[in-house]
């Protein structure tokens, strides 16, 4: 499994980390090309190979327009909508939607009554860019997986509005809530609000340098105030034998013996909206031998909360249960096959570099079937057969 190694140790700026992994080899057009996806005001954005000290590393510049009207015609259900309609795949897609809803949770629970609204779009101009950059730049790369080392926060004080906020800023503490997270001797803010948003996004696990057959090294570099003060990131690309993608997700449970079953659509729905990764229902016997049902829902840690409360007032329970899991999964990607009434997008898994699984995008066989007027059953089987002979290819 290809996998990124952001060193944290100095801090994470997302200007910094976009240039490590443009060293690497990611390009800007396809940067670009995204953001056009995303219907993104264009911005512009140009990469420079610096020496200082004698240490070369790759600056970004990025000159973003004015998003005030934008981000009043988008909140962040906007965002969603936008992400949901482009033809980004699904694996750039998730992250950015779990940055965007971290962000807009940290800055509700710091700023109860709204921030400043300058300080607002200045914060989220910088992810949109820097965090759909960063996404983008890792597909590129064919990176699966993102580890991070310990997240060095700094110490001092920034100024926020005219005011000093302690370092680490109030926002990204609330971001890095529940990671591993040092502080520094050197004054100065180490991690910022964007860096902080996009490593806990992407991180798939929290410690040192894993066992991996190191390919490319890639250094970053933003300077603030002058070449004074320079932050510098490193990121490491290499290969981890016999690892399967994986990551940690919240399960909550509710069993349900007297509601209306016809509520159920609508229950999916909000879950699925408010962020749920699956959905399922059990059939089972509670207490007095009454039919029941268990709902299960899977979603990720930081919306673990919001579902809860989402099942306690959209279904009768009174409880719902939530643990933590660990979560093995295949690698996946989309190839189309090929079939006599048209072409059927196939989701396939791959496990250990070689495709294990293909199965036919079940609504685009729906929709073929009732264009020729044939069973479902036909166009999927069909489907299905041809993308068989895929079974046991390498991924290329």
């Given at each position: ?137 890792l597909d590129e790369l064919d990176v699966e997986a993102c580890e991070v080392s310990p997240l060095n926060l700094g110490s001092g004080y920034v100024e926020d ?8 800023h109030p926002l990204t503490v609330e971001l890095v809530r529940d990671c591993p997270v040092h502080g520094s001797t050197l004054p100065g803010e180490l991690t ?74 609508v229950i999916y729905a909000r879950l699925f909206a408010q962020g749920a990764l699956d959905v399922t229902l059990t059939p089972m016997m509670m207490k007095k ?108």
């Amino acid at each position: 499994m290809r996998v990124a190694y952001i060193q944290a140790s100095a801090g994470v700026h997302g200007r910094a980390l976009l240039g490590a992994l443009l060293e690497i080899g990611a390009s800007v057009e396809t940067i670009q090309r995204g953001w056009q996806q995303l219907a993104l005001p264009a911005a512009e954005m140009v990469s420079q190979r610096m020496t200082l000290s004698g240490h070369a590393a790759t600056a970004v510049q990025l000159t973003t327009p004015d998003l005030t009207d934008f981000l009043a015609l988008h909140h962040h259900t906007g965002f969603g909508r936008i992400l949901e309609a482009s033809r980004l795949a699904e694996r750039i897609r998730q992250p950015l939607l779990t940055m965007v809803r971290r962000f807009f949770s940290a800055v509700e629970h710091r700023y109860p009554d709204g921030p400043p609204q300058a300080l607002f779009t200045a914060w989220l101009t910088d992810l949109l860019y820097l965090g759909s950059g960063v996404v983008l730049a890792l597909d590129e790369l064919d990176v699966e997986a993102c580890e991070v080392s310990p997240l060095n926060l700094g110490s001092g004080y920034v100024e926020d509005n005219q005011t000093l906020q302690p370092i680490p800023h109030p926002l990204t503490v609330e971001l890095v809530r529940d990671c591993p997270v040092h502080g520094s001797t050197l004054p100065g803010e180490l991690t910022t609000i964007d860096g902080a948003a996009i490593v806990t996004a992407l991180a798939t696990q929290f410690g040192p340098l894993p066992s991996m057959t190191l390919w490319r090294t890639g250094y970053g570099l933003v300077m603030a105030g002058g070449s004074s003060s320079v932050a510098h990131m490193q990121v490491m690309l290499g290969e981890v034998e016999g690892a399967v993608d994986g990551d940690r997700i919240a399960v909550l449970e509710a069993n349900i013996d007297d509601m209306n079953p016809e509520f159920y659509e609508v229950i999916y729905a909000r879950l699925f909206a408010q962020g749920a990764l699956d959905v399922t229902l059990t059939p089972m016997m509670m207490k007095k031998n009454r039919p029941a049902n268990k709902l299960t829902v899977l979603a990720p840690l930081d919306l673990a909360n919001a579902i809860a409360q989402l099942m306690l007032l959209e279904t009768s329970t009174f409880g719902v249960r939530m643990y933590e899991a660990q979560r093995r999964k295949l690698d996946r990607f989309w190839r189309d096959v090929q079939t006599r009434c048209g072409v059927i997008p196939v989701k396939c898994g791959v496990l250990d570099g070689r495709i294990v699984q293909a199965a036919p995008e079940y609504d685009s066989c729906k929709q073929l079937a009732e264009e020729h007027g044939i069973p479902v059953r036909l166009i999927y089987a069909e489907a299905a057969g041809r993308a068989s002979a895929w079974l046991g290819e390498s991924r290329g």
